[in-house]
C-alpha cells in the first residue's frame, strides 16, 4: 500500500474512532451546559451500555432489540443515578459533585467487573458485506453506521434545541440557570433528563464501537477520557466545539500509533490534554468560554 | 485544654511502639503516618482552597522515584534526595497549576487527572528511568548525618515526628492571613478578589504544596520499604487520597489523620473480609467499597467525619462563619450564570 493510501486510510480510521468520542463529548458538555456537573462516570455509561448489550446478544436476543433494551437499562442507570446521588446534593459546591461522579464512576466500574470480569465481549457488525472502497481506502460498514449515528444525533439534538419547548428551556438554562428558574422552568427536571440523555447517548456509542474494539469493563474509563479531551479541546461548554474536537482527536490518535508508536495511543489524548489545559485553557475552538476570575 | 490534648495525644503516639510488640500493627501505622503527610497537604488543597486534585499519587510517585533514581543510578546522599524529592513535585504542580488555576472552573481537577495517568505511564514504559513494571530495588536506608533509620520503630518515630511538623505548620496556616485568604477563596473566589486576595497566586501555593508534601510522603515511602514499582502510584491511590481528605473532614487539622487512619484500616480490613462473602474475588474489589462511601460521604457528610469536633470546640466562632458563608453564598448566586 502507498503511503497516500495509508494516510488516506488512517484518516478514515481516526474519523470512526474520533465520532466515538464525539458523542462521549456531546453528553459530557451537554450535561456540564444544563447542570454545571462535569460527569466522571460518562464513561462507565458507555461501557455499561455495551457490556448489557453483548450479554443480551448472547443471551438470544435479536440484535435490534438487545441495542434497544440495553440503551433503556442505560438511560435509567443514568436517571436512577442522578436522583439518588447529584439531586440531592444538588446545592453543593462543584467540587463535591465532582467527586460524587468519580465515585460514582468507580463503583460502577467495580461492579462491572463483578458481573462480567475481565474477559472482553464482542457484537457482531450491524450489517454484512465487506469494505467500502473510498479514494483507494477500505471503510469498514460499521463506520459508515458510526458516522450515520453521530449525524443523526447531532441533527436530532439541534433540531430538539431549535424546534421544541423544551429545548428552549435548556437553551435558556444554559444561557442563565437563575433567570430560567425564574421564568418557571424546572431545573431539577433538566439535570434529571440530561443524565439520562447522557445515559443513553453514552450506551449507544459503547453498542456502535463493539464491533470493531470489543466491550470490557474497563473501556469506559479511557473512552470517558477521551471524551473530556475532545471536549475540552473545543471549550467545555461549547457543543460544535465538542464534535470538532473529537474527531480532532480520533485522527490524531490513529495517526501517532499508525506514523510513530502503537504503545503512544493512549498517551496522544493525556498530552494533548495537558497541551490545551496549560496553553490554552478555554479551549482552542470558539473564543468566548472559560471565564477567567 | 487544647494543648494538654495534643501532648497527651503525642504521648500516646510516642509510647506505642513499647506496648506494640506486633511489627504487622507498627508497619500499618507508619502507613498511615506516610499517608497521612499526602493527606494533609491535600486537606489544604481541597479544605481551604477549594480545589481538587485526581494526581496526588503521581507527586508521590515523583518523590519516591526521584529518591529512588537519586540513590541507585546516581549515588545521591539520602538527605538530598529526600531534598530533591520534595522539590521536583513543587516544581511540576507550579508548572500545571499557574495556567489551569487562572481559570475559575475545575481545570485543575482534570489537569491533575491526565498528569496523574501520564506519569503513571511514563513509570511503566520509561525503562531505562524507572526500571519499568518491575520497578527498582536496593534503595538504602536513609542516613542522617550517620544516623541510619533501619528499623520499624526508628522509622515510625521519624514519620510521626514529620506528621506532627506538618500538623503545627498547617494550624499555624489555618490561623494566619493566608489560611483566612484560603478560606474565603473557598467560600466565595468574587467576594474573596474583592476584598484585595489574589487568588489565583494563593491557590497555586496552596497547589504546590500539596505537591511538596505528597512529594516527602512519597521520598519517606522509598526509604521505608527500600523497593519501588509503578503499581502503588496509579489512579486508585490518588482516589484513595482524596477519600481519606474527604472522609476525615477537610479544612480540619485532624481530619487528615482521622481519615487516613479510617481508610488504611477500612483496606485492611476488606482485604481480610472480601475474599470472605465472594471467594473469586481479588483485591480490587476493596474499590467498589471506595467508591460507595466516597458517594455517601458526600451526599450525608460532605464535611466529614473530623468536623463535628471542630465544630465543638469552635462553637463561639459558628454564628460568624454562618453570617460569611451566607454572605458569601448570595455572592456566588448573583455572580453564576
Known amino acids: 500500500m502507498h503511503l497516500d493510501d495509508q494516510i488516506l486510510q488512517f484518516f478514515f480510521s481516526g474519523l470512526t474512532l474520533g465520532s466515538i468520542y464525539a458523542l462521549i463529548a456531546l453528553a459530557l458538555v451537554t450535561t456540564y451546559n444544563i447542570t454545571g456537573i462535569l460527569n466522571m462516570a460518562q464513561g462507565e455509561f458507555v461501557a455499561l451500555g455495551a457490556l448489557t448489550a453483548c450479554s443480551l446478544s448472547a443471551a438470544g436476543l435479536p440484535l435490534a432489540a438487545a441495542f434497544i433494551l440495553s440503551i433503556l437499562i442505560t438511560t435509567a442507570a443514568g436517571g436512577i443515578l442522578e436522583r439518588a446521588a447529584i439531586n440531592p446534593v444538588r446545592n453543593a459546591s462543584n467540587i463535591t459533585l465532582i467527586i460524587i461522579t468519580i465515585g460514582i464512576s468507580i463503583t460502577l466500574r467495580g461492579l462491572a467487573l463483578l458481573i462480567w470480569g475481565t474477559d472482553p465481549y464482542s457484537l457482531p457488525s450491524f450489517t454484512r458485506g465487506g469494505p467500502l472502497q473510498v479514494l483507494g481506502a477500505a471503510v469498514n460498514s460499521q463506520s459508515i453506521w458510526i458516522f450515520g449515528l453521530l449525524a443523526v444525533t447531532v441533527s436530532g439534538l439541534f433540531a430538539f434545541m431549535e424546534r421544541t419547548y423544551w429545548g428552549k428551556a435548556v437553551r435558556a438554562c444554559v444561557i442563565n440557570r437563575m433567570a430560567a428558574r425564574l421564568m418557571g422552568i424546572n431545573p431539577h427536571i433538566l439535570s434529571f433528563a440530561a443524565f439520562a440523555a447522557s445515559g443513553a447517548l453514552g450506551a449507544a456509542a459503547g453498542i456502535f464501537i463493539t464491533p470493531i474494539t470489543l466491550a470490557t469493563y474497563d473501556m469506559g474509563f479511557t473512552l470517558g477520557l477521551k471524551g473530556f479531551v475532545a471536549a475540552i479541546i473545543g471549550g467545555i461548554n461549547n457543543v460544535g466545539g465538542a464534535i470538532i474536537g473529537g474527531l480532532l482527536l480520533g485522527v490524531l490518535e490513529i495517526f501517532g500509533a499508525g506514523l510513530i508508536s502503537s504503545g503512544l495511543k493512549d498517551a496522544v489524548a493525556l498530552i494533548v490534554l495537558i497541551a490545551v489545559l496549560l496553553i490554552r485553557p478555554e479551549g482552542i475552538i470558539g473564543a468566548v468560554s472559560g471565564r477567567k476570575v | ?337
Request: with cysteine; charged share 10%.
Open chain 2, 1 to 337: 485544654m487544647k494543648y494538654l490534648l495534643v501532648a497527651a495525644a503525642s504521648l500516646v503516639f510516642a509510647a506505642l511502639p513499647f506496648v506494640l510488640k506486633n511489627n504487622y500493627l507498627l508497619s500499618i501505622l507508619i502507613v498511615i503516618g506516610i499517608y497521612t503527610l499526602v493527606v494533609e497537604g491535600l486537606g489544604v488543597l481541597m479544605g481551604y482552597a477549594g480545589q481538587v486534585s485526581f494526581g496526588q499519587a503521581a507527586f508521590f510517585g515523583i518523590g519516591g522515584y526521584t529518591v529512588a533514581i537519586l540513590t541507585t543510578r546516581f549515588h545521591c546522599e539520602t538527605v538530598p534526595a529526600l531534598l530533591a524529592a520534595m522539590v521536583l513535585p513543587a516544581l511540576t504542580a507550579a508548572v500545571i497549576g499557574k495556567p489551569t488555576l487562572k481559570l475559575r472552573e475545575h481545570y485543575l481537577a482534570l489537569a491533575t487527572l491526565a498528569f496523574g495517568l501520564l506519569v503513571h505511564v511514563f513509570f511503566n514504559e520509561g525503562r531505562e528511568l524507572t526500571g519499568g513494571p518491575s520497578g527498582l530495588t536496593g534503595i538504602p536506608y536513609l542516613n542522617a548525618g550517620g544516623f541510619i533509620f533501619n528499623r520499624d520503630y526508628e522509622f515510625y518515630y521519624l514519620v510521626w515526628s514529620l506528621v506532627l511538623l506538618v500538623f503545627l505548620g498547617v494550624r499555624n496556616l489555618d490561623r494566619s492571613r493566608i489560611g483566612r485568604s484560603l478560606r474565603a477563596i473557598r467560600d466565595s473566589e468574587v467576594a474573596a478578589e474583592a476584598n484585595g486576595i489574589n487568588c489565583s497566586s494563593l491557590k497555586l501555593q496552596a497547589f504546590v504544596f500539596s505537591a511538596l508534601l505528597a512529594g516527602l510522603g512519597g521520598g519517606i515511602y522509598a526509604y521505608y520499604v527500600t523497593f519501588i514499582s509503578p503499581a502503588p502510584f496509579g489512579f486508585n491511590m490518588s482516589i484513595q487520597f482524596v477519600l481519606m481528605a474527604v472522609i476525615g473532614g477537610l479544612g480540619t487539622v485532624w481530619g487528615p489523620v482521622l481519615g487516613t487512619g479510617l481508610v488504611v484500616v477500612l483496606g485492611e480490613v476488606l482485604r481480610w473480609f472480601i475474599p470472605l462473602i465472594l471467594p473469586r474475588a481479588g483485591g480490587e474489589y476493596q474499590i467498589i467499597f471506595f467508591g460507595i462511601i466516597l458517594v455517601l460521604a458526600m451526599i450525608f457528610k460532605p464535611e466529614g467525619l473530623g468536623a463535628g469536633w471542630r465544630r465543638k470546640v469552635r462553637a463561639n466562632e459558628t454564628e460568624t462563619a454562618e453570617a460569611v458563608s451566607l454572605n458569601a453564598s448570595v455572592n456566588t448566586c448573583s455572580s453564576g450564570r
